[in-house]
């Protein structure tokens, strides 16, 4: 079955870097959209970037400059590098494969970004 785990959040100051990754298993990986979502408390999930089969991204432009969608189809992962992190960037980031409905979504990693 489709399996997908995030790792990489954590604390971070106003400024700072983290690497988010997103393994996935149970489908291929290399023909699929993979997308990366995020829900700040008390607001709805929102998109923050995908990344093609082919290599073509998309940002919010909440994130555009900042962040960088990629992915490595020989380990199945994406990855989101996250620069000049804001407080309000502070949310559960979702890794989520558009293609597998409800069923296409991880459990999230929490980024939270406080002085």
């Known amino acids: 079955q489709v399996q997908l785990v995030e790792s990489g959040g954590g604390l971070v100051q106003p400024g700072g870097s983290l690497r988010l990754s997103c393994a996935a298993s149970?489908?291929?990986?290399?023909?699929?959209?993979m997308r990366w979502y995020r829900q700040a408390p008390g607001k709805e999930r929102e998109h923050v970037a995908y990344i093609t089969s082919g290599g073509t991204t998309n940002y919010a432009d909440s994130v555009k400059g900042r962040f960088t969608i990629s992915r490595d189809n020989a380990k199945n992962t994406v990855y989101l590098q996250m620069n000049s992190l804001k407080p309000e960037d502070t949310a559960v980031y979702y890794c989520n494969v558009p293609a597998f409905g409800s069923l296409g979504w991880g459990q999230g990693t929490q980024v939270t970004v406080s002085s």
């Open positions: 149970g489908f291929t990986f290399s023909v699929t959209t």
